[in-house]
């Protein structure tokens, strides 16, 4: 896939994540981290902390006869 579409990609997720980040009506790890150590009412995610990979895995075609070659 070309460079573009995983950029395209990883903006929208980053960009969801940040409005997710900011609902006070879901649960985030963030959220629950902070409640375990005691923060009680925390809401919401580390909205400055938000990291997006976004790879593409595909089978190149005549992969198979060429690992088997190399494996003998």
Known sequence: MPVVVAQDIAEYLAMRAQEVGQLA???TPFAD????AGYVG???GKLD?????VSFVQ???GSNSQME???K
């Not at 981290?33 to 375990?36: F, G, S």
């Not at 902390?49 to 990979?53: F, G, L, R, S, Y």
């Open 42 to 44: 925390y809401t919401g």
């Open 49 to 53: 902390d938000v990291t997006v990979i």
């Open 69 to 71: 070659a190399s494996h």
């Open 59 to 61: 089978k190149r075609s």
């Open 33 to 36: 981290a902070a409640h375990a």
């Open 25 to 27: 009506c879901v649960r």
